[in-house]
């Protein structure tokens, strides 16, 4: 939750971010963590999808003995 965090606190983490890894790394990191976040997406929408196959599996077999 971002709600606690303001202008300072971000520059701060960003400071702390260059002097932990360098200029020269963070575009290499950002890539990583939006690849590992398109990851974590897709495994989840695929969850939900999975989830919904079946709940309408169940269903229509719970309709079928009606």
Same mark, same amino acid.
């Given at each position: 939750? *971002? *709600?606690?965090?303001? !202008?300072? &606190?971000?520059? /701060? /983490? *960003?400071?702390?971010? /260059?002097?932990?890894?360098? =200029?020269? %790394? ?7 963590? !939006? %690849?590992?976040?398109? &990851?974590?997406?897709?495994?989840? @929408? ?6 919904? @196959? =079946?709940?309408? =599996?169940? %269903?229509?077999? *719970?309709?079928?003995?009606?």
């Amino acid at each position: 939750m *971002l *709600l606690f965090i303001g !202008g300072p &606190e971000i520059i /701060v /983490v *960003l400071l702390f971010i /260059v002097m932990f890894f360098g =200029s020269k %790394k963070i575009p290499e990191l950002a890539k990583g963590l !939006g %690849k590992a976040m398109r &990851e974590v997406k897709d495994a989840s @929408n695929e969850i939900k999808k999975e989830i919904r @196959n =079946s709940a309408t =599996s169940i %269903k229509d077999d *719970l309709d079928i003995t009606k």
